[in-house]
């Protein structure tokens, strides 16, 4: 039996704004992460892999339900796509390298 990797969160930088997401793929590379975000318009993206922990933090109200929803699948759930609140509660530095998709 495959085992679902653990939980990830990324800061996407789409073309309508910025997300915060957490998934149980691998990598933001995934073919199939990326085809899940082709379905929903994005086509283009920068991403940054944030601290898992420093969102479970920022987010009590929602991490819990969000994160319980990815129990046992390979996908990605959208926990914030409000970019003025995102923004506000991620530093610029708190970022590492970006992932670039799409040309």
């Not at 939980?7 to 199939?32: H, K, M």
């Not at 922990?53 to 987010?59: N, S, T």
């Amino acid at each position: 039996m495959n085992q679902v990797p653990a939980i990830r969160s990324y800061l996407i930088f789409t073309g309508t704004g910025p997300i915060l997401v957490l998934t149980t793929f691998a990598s933001l590379t995934d073919e199939r992460f990326v085809g899940k975000l082709r379905y929903k318009g994005i086509t283009k993206f920068i991403a940054y892999e944030v601290s898992l922990e420093a969102v479970r933090e920022r987010y009590p109200g929602g991490f819990p339900s969000v994160a319980a929803d990815l129990e046992g699948v390979e996908d990605v759930r959208v926990l914030d796509f409000n970019g003025h609140q995102i923004m506000a509660n991620f530093s610029l530095d708190e970022l590492g390298d970006p992932v670039k998709v799409g040309g």
